[in-house]
């Protein structure tokens, strides 16, 4: 291969195969059965290659290869539908079965690439900051599509965590609890109101009365538009949070509260003092 490439005779690319163990031979065999090719070597059924009996059917075929030293991408592959549906299927079975979630995970990205398409997003901008704040709010949005996509949505604009809060109220009323419990329990209720409320102060309002008022509508997908200044249903407005992002907002904030309550001490950057401005020249006060 490499000799064909040196004299110009064959247009070749070696692009290293992606994952890694078992993992890597598992993508492979996608790759083989989405291109109708053959995997060739010991991960195969132990085909090789031979210069001298070569036969091309064992080459798979992709209408585009769009090739980086990062990435590589195979468009419309040349394998048999049925063998790609059946693959398909054998990958949700074993997402459906698999208890590890870093396993099924990386099927789910297996998943991903045999079934679904590839959309290219170009970003443009006038100027390389803005092209790195619009780059920013696409990752953004898309960590926010694969987290709702993997657990849901919820209604946003704190309106969840608001219902949330109402679950604490009843909670409280449980005459088992302890006073720490109980405390407890008071705090986080408080803790997760504040979101909806500090969204509210934002927008200009009066952030309690908005919070009670959404609290005493027994629909659970009405809560406040800040923006066009009135309740509606969230979902139909199009104010939505993924229901990941506010689970684990929820756990990683409590680990972080039970870590600073049972630590003796804290290490913090000491804020650093602003140097006042220098004086103007003699005789050009006010100018600058």
Do not use: W
């Not at 608001?162 to 803790?191: F, M, W």
């Amino acid at each position: 291969m490499i000799f064909n490439k040196l004299q110009g005779k064959l247009k070749i690319a070696c692009v290293k195969a992606p994952g890694f163990g078992d993992n890597k031979t598992a993508m492979m065999q996608d790759i083989a059965i989405f291109a109708g090719a053959r995997l060739v070597g010991e991960e195969g059924s132990g085909l090789e290659l031979d210069a001298e009996n070569f036969d091309p059917a064992i080459l798979g075929t992709v209408k585009k290869a769009t090739i980086t030293k990062d990435d590589t991408v195979l468009l419309n592959g040349g394998g048999e539908s049925s063998m790609v549906k059946e693959r398909v299927e054998l990958l949700r079975g074993l997402i459906d079965g698999e208890t590890s979630d870093y396993n099924r995970e990386k099927l789910q990205e297996r998943l991903a690439k045999l079934s679904g398409g590839v959309a290219v997003i170009k970003v443009g901008g006038g100027s390389e900051v803005e092209v790195n704040e619009k780059k920013d709010r696409i990752t953004d949005a898309l960590c926010s599509t694969r987290a709702a996509v993997q657990e849901g949505i919820v209604p946003g604009g704190g309106v969840a965590l608001l219902r949330a809060s109402k679950a604490l109220d009843s909670l409280l009323g449980d005459s088992s609890l302890t006073a720490d419990q109980r405390t407890g329990v008071q705090i986080i209720r408080n803790a997760v109101r504040l979101p909806a409320h500090t969204i509210v102060l934002n927008a200009g309002k009066e952030g309690a009365v908005v919070v009670e008022k959404v609290l005493e509508n027994n629909d659970v997908t009405v809560g406040y538009d800040a923006q066009r200044d009135r309740y509606v249903n969230m979902f139909e407005a199009g104010i939505i949070d993924p229901a990941r992002v506010v689970r684990v907002a929820i756990t990683d904030a409590v680990s972080v509260a039970s870590l600073m309550m049972t630590a003796e001490a804290a290490i913090v950057d000491l804020p650093k003092e602003e140097t006042p401005a220098a004086g103007g020249m003699g005789g050009m006060g006010g100018m600058y």
